[in-house]
């Protein structure tokens, strides 16, 4: 029997949407919405929104995001001047996946905490080892 290629598998992406927030005259925010008990269902006021994406095409684009930000640290650490003494030895980065399968890197401000981010940490390898 032949192996199904894992990048046909596909996989499931929950992402979520802000909730339409009107202002009043009064400067205050209030959240609108359809009051519809059978609404789709919420996290923290955010409507939760199911999606597929192929294997295939997270990968690609993660090897695209990867590549770009390797091209990115490693062009930074040829602008340190030697004499300094100084290596980029670590980065750290918050990314978040869209409903298409997007690889979205996330910027300051952004708050990761419960939004699902993923943290990729790339460490300097020892080249002796």
């Known amino acids: 029997m032949q192996e199904k290629d894992w990048g046909d598998d596909e996989l499931w992406i929950v992402t979520a949407t802000s909730p339409n ?3 009043s005259p009064t400067g205050q925010k209030n959240v609108t919405g359809s009051g519809n008990p059978y609404a789709p269902p919420t996290v923290l006021g955010e409507e939760l929104k199911e999606s597929r994406v192929k294997a295939e ?3 690609a684009q993660m090897s695209q995001f990867v590549r770009v930000i390797g091209r990115v640290f490693a062009d ?3 602008q340190i001047n030697p004499e300094a003494g100084l290596q980029l030895d670590e980065v750290k ?3 978040d996946i869209s409903a298409k399968g997007e690889i979205k890197l996330l910027g300051t401000g952004i708050e990761t905490s419960g939004k699902g ?3 990729l940490k790339f460490k ?3 080249p002796s080892k």
């Open 21 to 23: 927030i009107a202002e």
């Open 124 to 126: 300097r390898v020892d």
């Open 57 to 59: 095409t997270l990968a």
């Open 93 to 95: 980065l918050a990314v």
């Open 117 to 119: 981010a993923i943290e």
């Open 76 to 78: 930074a650490q040829k």
